[in-house]
């Protein structure tokens, strides 16, 4: 299974699409296999999901997202988990053991009223 976090460096980006980078993870039978970072290759409305989707990335998680993106990831079939905040790695590692969920963190406006994950 192929996850991604949207983040700042090796933390959980506070919105999906203002993240600097992805961090890739490979995983296979609950543990990660292999790691890459990629750059943020642009926000601009509909891209990023299809970009990761396209990837093969079956799981993003990020701090915060707009709900067009969700929708995105929604329709092709990948998991979406938001609300998360910290160590990038670590947040794969929890999802992997069962013990990271969503709690929702959708961003509304793009000002980001304090509603979007670590804003």
């Given at each position: 299974m192929k996850i991604a976090v949207a983040s700042m460096?090796?933390?959980v980006a506070g919105h999906f699409g203002h993240c600097e980078n992805f961090n890739i993870y490979d995983t296979e039978n609950g543990a990660i296999?292999?790691?890459?970072?990629?750059?943020?290759?642009?926000?601009?409305?509909?891209?990023?999901?299809?970009?990761?989707?396209?990837?093969?990335?079956?799981?993003?998680?990020?701090?915060g997202m707009g709900?067009?993106?969700?929708?995105?990831?929604?329709?092709?079939?990948?998991?979406?988990?938001?609300?998360?905040q910290g160590d990038a790695r670590q947040a794969v590692e929890q999802y992997l053991k069962g013990e990271l969920h969503s709690t929702g963190s959708i961003c509304h406006e793009h000002q980001h009223a304090g509603e979007c994950g670590q804003h």
């Open positions: 460096g090796k933390e296999q292999k790691e890459e970072s990629i750059p943020n290759p642009g926000h601009r409305p509909g891209f990023l999901p299809n970009f990761l989707g396209d990837m093969g990335v079956e799981v993003i998680i990020a701090g709900g067009g993106a969700v929708e995105i990831f929604n329709e092709r079939k990948i998991e979406v988990i938001v609300g998360v």
